[in-house]
């Protein structure tokens, strides 16, 4: 009897140890509690795209009662993959690196830090950001984490989208290329980066990673050759902190892309 009872007492202790870890493997693995911020744009006939980009369009292809009375909705919807709050895979620049769908997905995922450089660009739509923007970040809140996300708030997505405003012109064609004015990242900056910093991607409110005024795009092409991913045209990074923000920002799935569609999160815990 006593062999009995020792056996259902082990069996008893086994059984709540094992309820117990498995509890607290449920709460580990829980996602953490927080706000979440949308950081991307509506795509829709007012979306921002390059100049020489086709503009996003939608099409209905049914919208109301069907012949068996229930209510049914489809569209079919076209755009260029860089437009919009989208992704630049490396590949976009930098010849056998990443195309969209090898980028690895914790890519995308990650702590972002905000370094905000809207007082500097919003007077300056030409304004480049540079290594002493990231030195004065960190003076106050100490080095990038490594494989941080990187995200410079200029403050133009307040502009969206007014074209002119948000971009220096609402022309259409290849001639307005060269009247492009917005903010973007210094090509030494670039350069400087994956030498100092190891980081995931760079991200900005403005409509590509070189400034508007840019011809060699050199900032693409540093950083993309290091496979250090970009976001472009993303919103509402002045709802994000400085640091602590947790970001999402997952592309369409396009075999052999240069880009796609982003949608963008970020939780603030």
Request: proline letters at 7%; a negative charge; charged letters at 20%.
């Amino acid at each position: 009897m006593k062999k009995v009872f020792l056996g259902l007492f082990i069996l008893s202790f086994v059984s709540c140890t094992m309820q117990k870890e498995n509890e607290e493997s449920m709460q580990i693995a829980q996602f953490p509690q927080g706000k979440w911020i949308d950081l991307t744009h509506n795509f829709d006939e007012d979306a921002i795209f390059w100049p020489t980009a086709e503009s996003f369009t939608i099409d209905t292809v049914f919208v109301g009662e069907t012949e068996n009375g229930y209510h049914y909705e489809a569209f079919q919807f076209c755009l260029a993959e860089h437009g919009g709050t989208h992704l630049d895979a490396p590949v976009h620049f930098a010849k056998g690196k990443w195309p969209v769908d090898q980028i690895p997905v914790d890519r995308s995922i990650g702590e972002a830090v905000v370094i905000d450089v809207s007082a500097k660009a919003l007077p300056n739509p030409d304004y480049q950001i540079n290594v002493d923007d990231i030195m004065e970040w960190e003076a106050k809140y100490g080095q990038i984490p490594e494989g941080a996300l990187v995200l410079f708030r200029t403050g133009y997505a307040q502009y969206w989208p007014d074209r002119e405003k948000y971009m220096g012109t609402a022309e259409r064609g290849p001639e307005a290329v060269a009247k492009l004015h917005f903010p973007g990242i210094h090509p030494d900056l670039a350069a400087w980066i994956p030498k100092n910093r190891s980081i995931k991607a760079v991200g900005l409110d403005t409509p590509s990673i070189d400034y508007g005024q840019s011809t060699l795009f050199e900032s693409h092409r540093y950083l993309y050759e290091h496979n250090i991913i970009g976001f472009e045209n993303l919103n509402n990074l002045d709802l994000l902190p400085p640091k602590g923000a947790f970001v999402i920002a997952l592309p369409m799935k396009i075999k052999g892309g240069s880009g796609g569609p982003l949608r963008a999160v970020a939780l603030i815990p």
